[in-house]
């Protein structure tokens, strides 16, 4: 896991009233069933696209790939197959824990509103011995 509970992050809540996530960034957003609760996850679905999982594949489809193009997850060392189709709406995100075996995300409780949205990890304080910028943010 790219996270984990206890983790001490200084987040930039800016950068998202400026413009908008992309693919593979992580976010940090209020959980829309409770938003007493942050969450974390990574960006896998944008605005107006479709969603596929199958068998561990995730599949995006777009205007720029109408028949579909799978992304790379080669991060992910727990995976969780499920299969599922989802179309987003203009505001919404699907997001993805990087430990699938383990995340409660999209797959559970649906898109993910801009409107929930909180920024981005900058800078990981603790524990100290990941301490780094940009945590989570080095894959492509």
């Known amino acids: 896991p790219t996270f984990a509970t206890g983790d001490y992050l200084i987040v ?12 593979n960034t992580v976010v940090v957003f209020k959980y829309p069933g409770d938003t007493t609760k942050s ?6 679905g944008l605005p107006g696209e479709t969603v596929i999982e199958k068998d561990n594949a995730v599949t995006i489809i777009n205007k720029s790939n109408p ?15 499920g299969n599922f189709k ?3 709406g203009a505001d ?10 383990e995340s409660f995300d999209s797959r559970s ?8 949205i909180l920024g981005k990890p900058i800078l990981r304080l603790w524990p100290l011995g990941q301490i780094g910028v940009l945590p989570g943010n080095d894959i492509k």
């Open 12 to 23: 930039d809540k800016l950068s998202y009233e400026l413009g908008t996530p992309q693919r």
């Open 39 to 44: 969450f974390i996850k990574r960006i896998i």
């Open 67 to 81: 028949t579909g193009v799978e992304i790379d997850q080669s991060y992910v060392t727990h995976t969780s197959p």
């Open 86 to 88: 989802v179309v987003l």
């Open 92 to 101: 919404e995100y699907f997001v993805m824990g990087d430990n699938r075996a």
């Open 109 to 116: 409780w649906g898109p993910l509103n801009k409107k929930y």
